[in-house]
């Protein structure tokens, strides 16, 4: 069974960065198209971006294209997620999900619903 835990949430203030990283445990993470959501109180879980398993292909959501950067380390079963030139409307909590390919563009994995295996989610807060 796979296991996720997010980590490197924190406050920091508009124009900041941070990075947060997913660790994996249970399984090897070659094999999992991998993806990070936030959510804030209210509104639906969103996909941020998202990384393909064997095309290396990636998507972003409208509102970070250009600031954040997905990757992964398989060797270390490590996620991350880069977050540059940070927003008070990039607050939220992060989540990273996995789970095997199950529809062939990336750009229509990147649905909270294709996601069995869950992190417990890390707050990020941009705020001055």
């Known amino acids: 069974q796979l296991q996720l835990a997010e980590s490197g949430g924190g406050l920091v203030q508009p124009g900041g960065s941070l990075r947060l990283s997913c660790a994996a445990s249970?399984?090897?993470?070659?094999?999992?198209?991998i993806a990070w959501f936030r959510q804030t109180p209210g509104l639906e879980r969103e996909g941020v971006s998202c990384?393909?398993?064997?095309?290396?292909?990636?998507t972003y959501a409208d509102s970070v294209k250009g600031r954040f950067t997905i990757s992964r380390d398989n060797a270390k079963n490590l996620v991350y997620l880069q977050m540059d030139n940070l927003k008070p409307d990039d607050t939220g909590v992060y989540y990273c999900?996995?789970?095997?390919?199950?529809?062939?563009?990336?750009?229509?994995?990147?649905?909270?619903?294709?996601?069995?295996?869950w992190g417990q989610g890390t707050q990020v807060t941009v705020s001055s």
């Open positions: 249970g399984g090897p993470l070659d094999y999992y198209v």
């Open positions: 990384l393909s398993a064997t095309t290396g292909s990636t």
């Open positions: 999900a996995a789970d095997y390919e199950r529809v062939p563009e990336i750009q229509d994995m990147c649905i909270k619903i294709w996601y069995e295996y």
